[in-house]
Structures are given as C-alpha cells and as structure tokens.
C-alpha cells in the first residue's frame, strides 16, 4: 500500500541552525502538506503546497519556513533559524488528484524535532 | 477560527462498551473527517462525512453531522483495547486548501 515516507524520524538541533526535513509523499497525490504538533496537542496546519507553489499558509508559517519540491518526489520543509518553540513534531500530508474534495489526506509517521 | 474542539477530552471506558467523541467547529464546511492518531505516530484517516450527508457508517464507526448546530459526532461500538488512541475531527471549508484539526479526544479503553 502505498505511504508517506518522512526523514528523520527525529531531529536535535542547536537553537538558530537550519533544519531540513523531508517527506516523500505518495507517489500520484498532487497536493501537499506540513502540519505541526506541540507534544500531546493539537495539530496545527502549517502550509499546502500545489503545483509548485504555496496554495495556502498559517500564520505560523512565517519567513522563518519555506516548503520546495526540488525533484518531483520529495516535499521539503526548512526551517532557517530555529526556536526552542520549533520544538515539535512535523507531520506531512498528500491528498489525491482533486485535493480536498476527494476527502482523506495521508500522512507520514512524522519527524520530531528538538530543539536545544 | 474553523477549528473544531471535541468533547470530551479525554475518555476511559471498559471493553466492549461505547465510545462516543463529539466536535463542533465554527465555521460552515464542505467536509468532515476523523482520524485517529496511537501515541507518537500520524494520523490516519477514519472516515469522511459530506455536508449534505447526516450519517455515516464504516464497519464500528458511526459519523453524525448536524450543521445547523455545526457538531458531529463519532461513535465507536463494542469497544476494543486497540482502540485506544487519540481521536481528531478535521473540516475543511470552500475556497480553502487546508484540513483543520480539532483539539482530539484520548480514548482509553481497558481490558
């Protein structure tokens, strides 16, 4: 069955370093996304990604973020300057070719980050 | 705000036994789905309920939605200690490319 694969699967980094995490979604989905969630809280909507651009983004997603499909296959969120309040886990999400009006979005098992 | 919130927060019930988790949210919606998240993996999707539709049905689950009161709610029969898990409703609405999740219910069933 296919699945959202995400590295790493856990992160620690020094307070102001660029972070990097990867996603590969599934493999005919064409809608992308990144969520976050603060330990044993809710889950936050950081950005959807599609046909190459940003199609919407939260107010968390400040210019600290940015999202890339460098190659067509993975889906990258950076993190330029992390915070201690980055510390979380990050979650991405793929959804078929009508997106939303399909229903179900599918999501990774998640990359935690941590930083110190 | 679009989130939803669920009600209760947090659920202990026997096996065998019920569980019902409820969610309203805020704003008017095209869909709405629950999932289901075990501690410390990701989410995974239960079952989508449309705006025009009233009730649901996948196998245990049983999807309520009420939009004039802008509520649903998740039933899970005969209750099993695999079910215990984290429980989020998500909607989404017209002219949004996003899912919004609700604050969830922990669901704990014992043996």
């Known amino acids: 069955e296919p699945e959202v694969t995400q590295t790493p699967s856990h992160q620690v980094t020094q307070m102001g370093q660029e972070v990097i995490l990867r996603c590969v979604p599934i493999s005919n989905h064409l809608y992308f996304y990144w969520y976050r969630q603060i330990l044993g809280q809710k889950v936050e909507f950081l950005v959807s990604f599609y046909n190459n651009e940003i199609s919407e983004k939260s107010e968390i997603f400040d210019d600290q973020f940015s999202v890339e499909r460098p190659d067509g296959s993975n889906f990258t969120l950076k993190i330029r300057s992390t915070k201690l309040e980055d510390s979380a886990m990050y979650f991405c999400a793929s959804s078929g070719q009508r997106g939303l009006v399909t229903g179900e979005l599918f999501f990774g098992e998640g990359s935690r980050l941590t930083v110190l | 705000s679009q989130q939803g919130e669920e009600d209760p927060q947090a659920l202990s019930i026997q096996e065998g036994e019920n569980a019902t988790m409820n969610c309203s949210y805020k704003?008017?919606?095209?869909?709405l789905q629950w999932y289901r998240q075990n501690s410390g993996r990701g989410l995974v999707h239960l079952i989508l309920?449309?705006?025009?539709?009233r009730e649901k049905h996948s196998g245990r689950l049983r999807v309520t939605l009420d939009t004039s009161k802008k509520s649903s709610s998740l039933l899970i029969t005969a209750s099993r200690a695999a079910d215990t898990a984290s429980y989020f409703c998500?909607?989404?609405?017209?002219?949004?490319?996003?899912?919004?999740f609700g604050t969830g219910t922990r669901l704990l069933v014992s043996p």
């Open positions: 704003t008017s919606i095209n869909n």
């Open positions: 998500a909607t989404d609405s017209a002219g949004f490319q996003k899912l919004v």
């Open positions: 309920i449309r705006s025009n539709e």
